[in-house]
């Protein structure tokens, strides 16, 4: 088996190549804030490693502070994948349990056994915390949460093992240098190694998961309001259509339409064009199930399917949405703005076999006449022909 110190190398070789990797891929992910805390935190346990295998010149105590705060960067860089931002307090946060340990691992520096317990102990703890934070995260692929948890729940029980070694073997408890307990500090380092190269890989699946996701959210959802394009609702809507004429279930379309809404960018300016539209989507999203479909379907133009609706609800939440709306205002440099919306809808037993272009065009029928009614008000299109159903 390789010596104590040669293993040491390896590791910080290893860990040196991991922050590497991890590196280029931050450049590559800018928006995966994550990825620099993991690759410092790397960069943290390799200048801890490093110092070790010069112990003869640098004091154990120190190394360990290093090493084991490495772990806690790591850590912070998992919570902050799982809110996807960065979070606040790093640098306090990373002050204060740098001086914790210090003060521990100091009073502890005469005794190679209690440091190294504490050492340990410090390990299983950063694990434990890090497969909860995994666990919380909400990724589909748990498969990779799988994954990942094992690869922490493994380095944890190696530590603990390590713990428990010293804690009650007496082969280990009079240790007073690492190569006196080489068998269990050479697994270990091995074991790092190994953990190493698992941890930067997993990380950089993270990452480009992470892109995937930005990727997919910027294909299907309109950058300003957050609701979903044009395509990305055609084809949800041609689904739930289809989901609708198997569960024999009705389905209504409604088409929304902001009141003069060239007026309020050419007087307020389109600052407050953006933030109408902006609030609207939210007051839009407020009134809505999970399995409503709403889209900006362009412009100021607004469109939603709402599956197992009949004609009374509809109604209802057109009328809901209307004079909910109406009560907005919003402040600009030209003083107070308020706004109206009129809609148009279709309520049919028959989406699927209607298509869904033929529910817009009828809706959009359904919206001209309310527009020409005087615009605020909700308007329904019927086979007889367009009947008002709400009104100013």
Not at 52 to 57: K, L
Not at 111 to 137: G, K, P
């Amino acid at each position: 088996m390789l010596d104590i110190t040669t293993l040491m190398a390896v590791l910080a070789l290893t860990t040196v190549t991991s922050v590497f990797g991890l590196l280029v891929a931050s450049v590559l992910n800018r928006q995966v804030v994550a990825i620099r805390y993991w690759a410092l935190g790397l960069s943290i346990i390799v200048c801890g490693v490093a110092l070790q295998s010069v112990r003869a010149y640098f004091p154990l105590w120190v190394s360990a502070v290093v090493i084991t705060q490495g772990y806690f960067v790591l850590l912070w860089g998992t919570r902050c994948y799982r809110l996807s931002r960065s979070s606040r307090g790093f640098v306090p946060a990373m002050v204060i349990i740098t001086l914790l340990q210090g003060l521990v691992f100091f009073a502890l520096q005469a005794s190679l056994r209690f440091s190294i317990m504490a050492h340990s102990a410090i390990v299983v703890l950063v694990a434990v915390l890090m497969i909860v934070e995994l666990w919380r995260m909400q990724i589909p692929q748990r498969a990779l949460v799988w994954v990942w948890s094992g690869i922490w729940c493994m380095h944890a029980l190696l530590y603990l093992r390590r713990f428990l070694l010293y804690q009650f073997d007496s082969a280990y408890i009079n240790a007073s240098t690492f190569e006196a307990a080489e068998k269990v500090e050479a697994l270990n380092y091995l074991e790092g190694i190994v953990f190493l190269y698992g941890f930067s890989l997993l990380c950089v699946i993270l990452a480009t998961r992470s892109l995937q996701e930005e990727l997919k959210l910027q294909a299907t959802r309109d950058p300003l309001t957050n609701l979903l394009n044009r395509r990305a609702f055609e084809e949800a809507a041609l689904r739930q259509l289809a989901i609708s004429r198997r569960a024999r279930e009705g389905v209504a379309l409604l088409l929304l339409d902001l009141d003069k809404f060239k007026a309020i960018n050419d007087a307020h300016g389109h600052s407050v064009g953006d933030e109408v539209l902006t609030v609207f989507a939210a007051h839009l999203t407020a009134q809505l199930r999970a399995q409503d479909l709403l889209c900006r379907f362009g412009g100021e133009e607004f469109v939603l399917l709402v599956p197992g609706a009949d004609s009374a609800k509809t109604e209802a939440l057109a009328e809901r949405i209307r004079s909910r709306w109406q009560k907005h205002t919003f402040k600009s440099l030209h003083g107070e703005l308020a706004t109206t919306v009129s809609i148009g809808y279709v309520c049919v037993n028959d989406g699927a076999e209607q298509g869904l272009y033929r529910l817009i065009e009828r809706a959009d029928q359904a919206l001209y006449e309310a527009k020409q009614q005087g615009r605020n008000c909700a308007r329904s299109w019927q086979v007889e022909g367009i009947l008002t159903t709400a009104g100013v």
